[in-house]
């Protein structure tokens, strides 16, 4: 073994540089579908000693770079999906994204890598400065904080660490024990050993700690799991918006629904120009009201991503337009030059050339049984600081989603797994409706309660699981992990001054 890592470490040039991007590609193995948490920490490591030891912080740099572009390439591979579902106009804009997707999200590694070098000992330095640009990526133009390395550890008990310093905390940890254990003495391999363990001691006792009861609460959750290439084909819109009303209407097995819940962009019509579509939605609850994931507008050139709770008389009782845009997908930066020049305009607008954003974020109360819900619309749920953006704590948190987009192999699980991420960090439950899977009950821990699977069409009845109290995260938010952050990098630093001959 220790033969094997001198000959890694010995690697240069071309060569190195190989090694380094097959390291990133072992390292993706962690995220969703495969979750090879235990494959993806040790390649991290070896990635983490081969940044170490590169020859300053251009060598460190250009490690990084090569690693970070193969995690991502393999980590977002499903981002070729929303291009193929208009192959004709779209297709050829695919190996691009993956390519400058993949690298330009590799450039905070690179940055990561070159500060590798300013601290000692280096593998701890590069495991802080890659937690701190992995941040980073999650706030700069809009942020991007899709499968941080934290997220491989999703469906393990270490995952409650995301109750005390988020998601990005688990980014932390992953961090660290590869900095540890890429020191290659047996005692940084026994502080990463303690680390892990005591992370997944301290998640296993949580999750064991009692909670309170099910809400009486009973939700429907309807997955039409409709082909995203007919979804806005006016000859067949009939036909699925029947479909829909079918399931709304379907007698369960159970206690009849407190709310029946579409998910995004359900309705093939503009809920402001369509009042007979909103009375059958109605008359489709009975006594319950609906939550649709439907378009509006505003004017003849302002169309909004919405959820519209539409009372049992057709009153609409709520109503959330998303703010958080997908770049590229829901708007385009630079829009007017890029529509006017090239023809390019959003990928999932099917009004006009794009949304425009809501004003924010809001809870809204939906009275009696049902309390105060925060909905996130598809994109929204991978950002841990929206949930913390409202002056009210909600009773639960609500995605509806269109995961067609994602395709069948990793997209959709990514995106189910940082649901679950928010759920631990605040506490609360998540109930989360797919266009097609994977719609999902998740308690206030991350647990599935109950799920309907990728390719289905179904009804889920379900009780809504209980919130549990505030957890650091939801009360401190980030300010806690920025001051760890801080502190390290200031001790490693320091003592890298203390010891320059």
């Known amino acids: 073994m220790t033969a094997l890592w001198a000959a890694v470490l010995a690697l240069n040039g071309w060569r190195v540089r190989g090694a380094a991007f097959a390291l990133g590609l072992l390292a993706a193995t962690g995220q969703a579908p495969l979750g090879f948490w235990w494959l993806s920490v040790p390649a991290l490591a070896v990635l983490t000693a081969l940044v170490a030891t590169a020859p300053g912080p251009r060598g460190g740099a250009d490690r990084a770079l090569w690693g970070g572009t193969a995690y991502f390439a393999l980590a977002l591979s499903w981002i070729v999906e929303p291009f193929l579902v208009d192959a004709a106009?779209?297709?050829?804009?695919?190996?691009?994204?993956?390519?400058?997707?993949?690298?330009?999200?590799?450039?905070?590694?690179?940055?990561?890598?070159?500060?590798?070098?300013?601290?000692?000992?280096?593998?701890?330095?590069?495991?802080?400065?890659?937690?701190?640009?992995?941040?980073?990526?999650?706030?700069?133009?809009?942020?991007?904080?899709?499968?941080?390395?934290?997220?491989?550890?999703?469906?393990?008990?270490?995952?409650?660490?995301?109750?005390?310093?988020?998601?990005?905390?688990?980014?932390?940890?992953?961090?660290?024990?590869?900095?540890?254990?890429?020191?290659?003495?047996?005692?940084?391999?026994?502080?990463?050993?303690?680390?892990?363990?005591?992370?997944?001691?301290?998640?296993?006792?949580?999750?064991?700690?009692?909670?309170?009861?099910?809400?009486?609460?009973?939700?429907?959750?309807?997955?039409?799991?409709?082909?995203?290439?007919?979804?806005?084909?006016?000859?067949?819109?009939?036909?699925?918006?029947?479909?829909?009303?079918?399931?709304?209407?379907?007698?369960?097995?159970?206690?009849?629904?407190?709310?029946?819940?579409?998910?995004?962009?359900?309705?093939?019509?503009?809920?402001?120009?369509?009042?007979?579509?909103?009375?059958?939605?109605?008359?489709?609850?009975?006594?319950?009201?609906?939550?649709?994931?439907?378009?509006?507008?505003?004017?003849?050139?302002?169309?909004?991503?919405?959820?519209?709770?539409?009372?049992?008389?057709?009153?609409?009782?709520?109503?959330?337009?998303?703010?958080?845009?997908?770049?590229?997908?829901?708007?385009?930066?630079?829009?007017?030059?890029?529509?006017?020049?090239?023809?390019?305009?959003?990928?999932?607008?099917?009004?006009?050339?794009?949304?425009?954003?809501?004003?924010?974020?809001?809870?809204?109360?939906?009275?009696?049984?049902l309390g105060r819900v925060l909905p996130l619309i598809c994109y929204e749920a991978v950002f841990p600081g929206i949930p913390r953006a409202v002056a009210e704590r909600p009773d639960w948190l609500l995605q509806v989603t269109n995961d067609a987009w994602f395709g069948t192999l990793s997209g959709p699980y990514q995106h189910l797994e940082q649901a679950r991420l928010r759920a631990i960090e605040q506490g609360l439950p998540m109930i989360r409706v797919a266009n097609t899977g994977v719609s999902a009950v998740i308690d206030a821990k991350g647990r599935i309660r109950a799920s309907m699977a990728l390719g289905t069409a179904g009804v889920l009845d379900r009780a809504l699981p209980p919130a549990l109290s505030p957890t650091l995260f939801a009360r401190w938010g980030d300010w806690p992990l920025l001051l760890l952050l801080a502190s390290l990098a200031t001790l490693l630093v320091a003592r890298r001054k203390r010891l320059r001959p």
């Open 89 to 369: 106009r779209h297709g050829w804009m695919a190996p691009f994204a993956v390519l400058f997707l993949s690298f330009g999200l590799a450039l905070f590694w690179a940055v990561a890598g070159a500060l590798a070098h300013f601290g000692r000992p280096a593998t701890l330095m590069f495991a802080v400065a890659l937690a701190a640009t992995e941040y980073l990526r999650g706030h700069v133009l809009t942020g991007f904080p899709w499968a941080i390395p934290g997220q491989v550890w999703t469906d393990t008990p270490v995952a409650q660490g995301a109750a005390v310093l988020g998601a990005d905390g688990l980014t932390l940890l992953t961090t660290l024990v590869a900095g540890f254990a890429a020191m290659g003495r047996l005692g940084g391999l026994q502080i990463a050993v303690v680390l892990t363990g005591l992370a997944w001691g301290g998640g296993q006792a949580r999750l064991g700690s009692a909670e309170p009861a099910d809400r009486d609460v009973t939700l429907r959750l309807v997955q039409p799991n409709t082909p995203q290439d007919i979804k806005w084909d006016e000859t067949v819109a009939r036909s699925l918006f029947d479909r829909l009303l079918t399931m709304t209407s379907a007698p369960g097995d159970g206690p009849a629904p407190d709310l029946v819940i579409w998910p995004e962009t359900a309705v093939p019509y503009l809920l402001d120009t369509s009042p007979r579509a909103v009375a059958e939605i109605a008359a489709a609850g009975g006594a319950a009201p609906v939550a649709v994931g439907i378009q509006r507008s505003d004017g003849a050139l302002r169309y909004f991503n919405s959820l519209a709770f539409i009372g049992p008389e057709g009153q609409i009782a709520g109503l959330y337009d998303k703010h958080h845009l997908v770049p590229f997908g829901e708007y385009m930066p630079f829009g007017d030059t890029l529509r006017n020049w090239f023809g390019i305009t959003g990928l999932a607008a099917a009004e006009g050339h794009g949304y425009s954003a809501g004003p924010g974020p809001q809870v809204i109360d939906l009275g009696g049984k």
